[in-house]
Antibody, heavy 116, light 108 residues
Framework: EVHLVESGGGLVQPGGSLRLSCSVSGFTFSDYWMTWVRQAPGKGLEWVATMKRDGSVEYYGASVKGRFTISRDNAENSLYLELTSVKFEDTAVYFC???????????WGQGTLVTV | EIVMTQSPDTLSVSLGERVTLSCRASQSVFSNLAWYQQKPGQAPRLLVY???TRATGIPARFSGTGSGTEFTLTISSLQSEDSALYYC??????????FGGGTKVEIK
């Protein structure tokens, strides 16, 4: 069974940094692109970043580009999102999700809350 | 950036009735469109991809149609567990991946 579990959320001061982690199981992690999506309180879904299977390609949303960094460790079955220079508007639940490689996601974690 | 617009914002429907949700893209996304369902306090769940292909385990009462710029998600007979937010998302021309603002389906 596919499982994705995010961790690392919490309270961070504006301008501060935080590292989110996503531990996966139930599938061959290195076979899949992976994506982060966030959701501000009471708001809709916003794509944050996507990384290719081998980590060679990464894409970012305009609102986080230059401040957030997506990375992965295929040996550890883990995905990461480094948040730096955080702003009030980065307050959201951050979801880790398995991407089918085309841009849509088929499994999601339960999310981790970041409060700035 | 492709802008996705969903309508209406909220639908109030009786159990057993047919529900139709709309999603419009600011330019053609061909059939590269997905629908997700999100219940309060939960992660989204993939319902449909490729505009019309149901994801694994999704009941047959959910169906997606459309191509180009106009898309529809239909629930043929609303069940109590279908009360949720529904989002469309295009993946034709990315980055960025873009979502619609969502439609809330309520039980009348």
């Amino acid at each position: 069974e596919v499982h994705l579990v995010e961790s690392g959320g919490g309270l961070v001061q504006p301008g501060g940094s935080l590292r989110l982690s996503c531990s996966v199981s139930g599938f061959t992690f290195s076979d899949y692109w992976m994506t982060w999506v966030r959701q501000a309180p009471g708001k809709g879904l916003e794509w944050v970043a996507t990384m290719k299977r081998d980590g060679s390609v990464e894409y970012y949303g305009a609102s986080v580009k230059g401040r957030f960094t997506i990375s992965r460790d295929n040996a550890e079955n883990s995905l990461y999102l480094e948040l730096t220079s955080v702003k009030f508007e980065d307050t959201a639940v951050y979801f880790c999700a398995r991407d089918r490689g085309y841009g849509y996601v088929d499994f999601w974690g339960q999310g981790t809350l970041v409060t700035v | 950036e492709i802008v996705m617009t969903q309508s209406p914002d909220t639908l109030s429907v009786s159990l057993g009735e047919r529900v139709t949700l709309s999603c419009r893209a600011s330019q053609s996304v061909f059939s590269n469109l997905a629908w997700y369902q999100q219940k309060p306090g939960q992660a989204p769940r993939l319902l449909v991809y490729g505009a019309s292909t149901r994801a694994t385990g999704i009941p047959a009462r959910f169906s997606g149609t459309g191509s180009g710029t106009e898309f529809t998600l239909t629930i043929s007979s609303l069940q109590s567990e279908d009360s949720a937010l529904y989002y469309c998302q295009q993946y034709n021309n990315w980055p960025p991946l873009t979502f619609g603002g969502g439609t809330k389906v309520e039980i009348k």
